[in-house]
T-cell receptor, first 114, second 114 residues
Framework: GAVVSQHPSRVICKSGTSVKIECRSLDFQATTMFWYRQFPKQSLMLMATSNEGSKATYEQGVEKDKFLINHASLTLSTLTVTSAHPEDSSFYIC??????????FGPGTRLTVT | GNSVTQMEGPVTLSEEAFLTINCTYTATGYPSLFWYVQYPGEGLQLLLKATKADDKGSNKGFEATYRKETTSFHLEKGSVQVSDSAVYFCALSEVASSASKIIFGSGTRLSIRP
């Protein structure tokens, strides 16, 4: 089946620094990737939709200058959390779609900002 | 706006017990409904789906029926196994495929005792 990986799986950074999270589709080409954020015991909240070669579409309330998304190829999208603060600590999950129109999810990245 | 509400966990059952995880939704129009499962350390996987009223989705012994009159999509399994231990997410999409925006419930953690 389709596999999506994320790297790193866990990251701890200091307040004010930037962190990059990678999302890769390992065995298929993904025209669209999604980025979600999950707080403890809460729903996955869609942050943005990323199409290869174009600017990401952000959901209402998500700061595009803080959460930079790049989708440079059909197998890689990156999320960069800029000037991270403790309130950015969360579980970030990406997903990717293929021509089968199903979303395949990565295992998630846990970010802790100290 | 659209939303999904599912029963809070954790749910703990003995092996071979009957499982029900309740899910109700609020949506305009005619959404598609999904159940996703997340096994420990893995990404979300589509478990089953239904795209119109009275449709029944089924997979791996799990079933859920799209009930428009009660706006529900409860997940059931007649005899659970230890390997079913995971977090289950009810979700909806405004279109038939999951390639578009998905709205998730908060997830229900299921633990099965041998």
């Amino acid at each position: 089946g389709a596999v999506v990986s994320q790297h790193p799986s866990r990251v701890i950074c200091k307040s004010g620094t930037s962190v990059k999270i990678e999302c890769r589709s390992l065995d298929f080409q993904a025209t669209t990737m999604f980025w979600y954020r999950q707080f403890p015991k809460q729903s996955l909240m869609l942050m943005a939709t990323s199409n290869e070669g174009s600017k990401a579409t952000y959901e209402q309330g998500v700061e595009k200058d803080k959460f930079l998304i790049n989708h440079a190829s059909l197998t890689l999208s990156t999320l960069t959390v800029t000037s991270a603060h403790p309130e950015d600590s969360s579980f970030y999950i990406c997903s990717a779609t293929t021509t089968s129109y199903e979303q395949y999810f990565g295992p998630g990245t846990r970010l802790t900002v100290t | 706006g659209n939303s999904v509400t599912q029963m809070e966990g954790p749910v703990t059952l003995s092996e071979e017990a009957f499982l029900t995880i309740n899910c109700t939704y609020t949506a305009t129009g005619y959404p598609s409904l999904f159940w996703y499962v997340q096994y420990p350390g893995e990404g979300l996987q589509l478990l089953l789906k239904a795209t119109k009223a009275d449709d029944k989705g089924s997979n791996k012994g799990f079933e859920a029926t799209y009930r428009k009159e009660t706006t529900s999509f409860h997940l059931e399994k007649g005899s659970v196994q230890v390997s079913d231990s995971a977090v289950y997410f009810c979700a909806l999409s405004e279109v038939a495929s999951s390639a578009s925006k998905i709205i998730f419930g908060s997830g229900t953690r299921l633990s099965i005792r041998p």
